[in-house]
């Protein structure tokens, strides 16, 4: 199914005709979940590109509005919902449009502040009352679950890489993380930290977005971005900025090693680039 322009101008057309003369334009930067399209100057369009992600649209439409109010900087929030059409099976999301640029394109004024405010948010994020709040499952990929769910294919990524990766350092953080577990309160989890979820404006933090994978439960896939993001003095400000024991992060590098290494062992397709970046990880989170 192509989902473009043209589909979303038909959609519109029939289930909010008081918008169809706005422009629509698909965002530069896709990512996997959802295909995205600015709705004039003030909204966004959101549609799910696979069955396996439709859950997402009824659990953000629920749940962002109610964190947001306790949130001290801005999240998607969905103003309607599509149903679904002749063109396309699913329900789908119009979202109010927020300023700022990726993370991984945005210009950052400084990395240190920039780090204090994103474990600002997080600790804020991390206090919100979670009862109903969804569990981790196969939907969202068991973010905010045990690491045991990617056991077997760790280990697969770490025995296609024992010529590229110091194996004996992987193996044994990786078996001291799947032995440790969350002792604390479950907490709201986002499940995709990462730059390109991050917005800039005016060099300093503005928004984090797609919260498909929220769930409530271990917020240590949320502090891989520690290593992904941070390095140096802003990753001691980040770190220490949030009150986590010592096993949580011990996971956090475990989650990060985790997608770093079915990345680099080809196991999760990227390009060549990518799979560079994540070797780079890889060494970060073994320091």
């Known amino acids: 199914m192509i989902i473009d322009e043209i589909l ?3 959609l519109i057309t ?12 698909a965002v530069a930067h896709q990512g996997c979940d959802n295909r995205t399209f600015r709705l004039g100057k003030e909204l966004l369009v959101r549609l799910p590109s696979k069955q396996e992600y439709t859950f997402q649209v009824e659990k953000e439409q629920l749940w962002l509005p109610k964190l947001a109010i306790h949130l001290p900087y801005q999240i998607p929030i969905p103003i309607a919902q599509g149903q679904p059409d002749v063109d396309y099976p699913w ?3 119009i979202y109010k449009w927020l300023k700022g640029e990726s993370a991984l394109l945005g210009e950052i004024n400084n990395l240190e502040s920039f780090a204090h405010d994103l474990a600002d948010f997080m600790n804020a994020f991390q206090r919100i009352d979670t009862a109903g709040g969804p569990l981790p499952s196969t939907q969202n990929f068991y973010r905010g679950g045990a690491l045991l769910n990617y056991d077997e294919e760790t280990r697969k990524a770490i ?8 194996q004996k350092a992987v193996l044994n953080l990786w078996e ?10 479950p ?8 730059p390109g979820n991050i917005l800039v404006a ?9 919260f498909g994978q929220l769930a409530i439960g271990d917020p240590a896939c949320d502090l891989t971005i520690a290593w992904t993001m941070f390095y140096s003095k802003s990753r001691d400000v980040f770190i220490q900025s949030i009150n986590m024991e010592h096993d949580t992060w011990v996971r956090a590098k475990a989650w990060g090693l985790w997608k770093a290494l079915i990345i680099a062992a080809g196991i999760s397709e990227a390009n060549a680039i990518e799979v560079q970046k994540e070797f780079r990880i890889i060494e970060e989170i073994l320091v």
């Open 8 to 10: 979303v101008h038909n």
């Open 14 to 25: 029939r289930q909010f005709p008081e918008l169809k003369n706005l422009p629509i334009k």
């Open 91 to 93: 329900k789908w999301s």
């Open 159 to 166: 025995s296609l890489l024992k010529d590229n990766v110091d």
């Open 176 to 185: 001291k993380a799947i032995n440790t577990k969350y002792a604390g309160r």
């Open 187 to 194: 907490v709201w989890v986002h499940g995709d930290i990462s």
């Open 202 to 210: 005016d060099g300093a933090l503005s928004a984090i977005i797609d």
